[in-house]
């Protein structure tokens, strides 16, 4: 099992397929796991590298604050332990801001965004109704199966056929969070913003964002276009939060079109 270290914590990283690299960073609570249904399609054109953030399945424990900067940190420790530079990188999420931090902090380690039902967290974004909040606080001292499943309506679009869904509540079960670093990694949302600094992102930029997503409403996608220099925006149809797992096959071509069509 691959690992690393950055700041006394372990990183359970991997890669899989060949050709240019490419960095996968989840978000809120998740493992690397949650990349399943685009994962292998991708590594059929790059290679795909990806880890559990600090706290999350198989890296170590995160005990106290944790920043966002933080886990920009830990993901350029996986690039040096990968043996690589720099990569396109691809954040969904909470993963989003990390890997816009990622470029803003580091950005020789960058060679494209793909920003995924993510935002600025600054003026002009949209927050979620809080009936979403409430139950995304609520759910960090749920019984696990109450937790994973208290979220499903407002991050799957309703069309989802119901045994994708199924596959990544197997995940969240095997690799829940405990509350301590959920609520952790929530705090270090509340305290990161980049809306006064995408100016700087001078990165190729493309940002996807599920049409139905009630989590990070659909107007922060268009918010970061707005700001992202050059960035190009892309809202998909009967898609919602977690638009890997709703539209997976769209997701894997518009990816795959933009890093080929020249993105570095």
């Known amino acids: 099992m691959p690992m690393t270290h950055h700041r006394d914590t372990p990183l359970f990283w991997r890669s899989r397929g060949s050709g240019e690299p490419l960095l996968l960073i989840m978000g809120l609570g998740y493992s690397s796991d949650m990349w399943q249904h685009v994962e292998e399609a991708l590594a059929g054109r790059f290679r795909v590298i990806v880890f559990d953030n600090r706290g999350i399945g198989r890296s170590g424990s995160a005990r106290g604050a944790i920043d966002i900067s ?23 999420s909470m993963g989003g801001y990390i890997a816009q931090e990622l470029a803003l902090s580091h950005p020789d380690r960058v060679d494209s965004l793909v920003l995924g039902c993510t935002a600025s967290l600054g003026e002009g974004s949209v927050f979620a109704d809080q ?4 139950v995304l606080m609520a759910r960090a001292h749920m019984p696990p199966e109450e937790g994973v499943r208290a979220m499903i309506p407002y991050i799957y679009d309703s069309a989802t056929p119901r045994e994708r869904i199924e596959a990544d509540m197997a995940v969240r079960l095997a690799n829940w969070p405990e509350a301590e670093t959920y609520l952790a990694q929530i705090e270090a949302v509340g305290r990161w913003s980049s809306h006064d600094r995408l100016d700087q992102l001078h990165t190729p930029t493309l940002i996807l964002h599920g049409r139905n997503d009630r989590l990070v ?3 922060n996608g268009e918010l970061l276009a707005k700001h992202i ?10 898609a919602s939060h977690v638009f890997t797992t709703d539209q997976p096959g769209l997701t894997v071509r518009l990816v795959s079109d933009f890093l080929d069509s020249g993105a570095r």
């Open 70 to 92: 933080d886990m920009a940190a830990d993901a350029a420790a996986v690039l040096d332990a990968a043996g690589e530079g720099s990569a396109h990188v691809f954040g969904i």
């Open 131 to 134: 009936e979403v909040l409430d």
């Open 217 to 219: 409403p659909p107007a």
């Open 229 to 238: 220099p050059g960035a190009r925006l892309q809202l998909l149809d009967d």
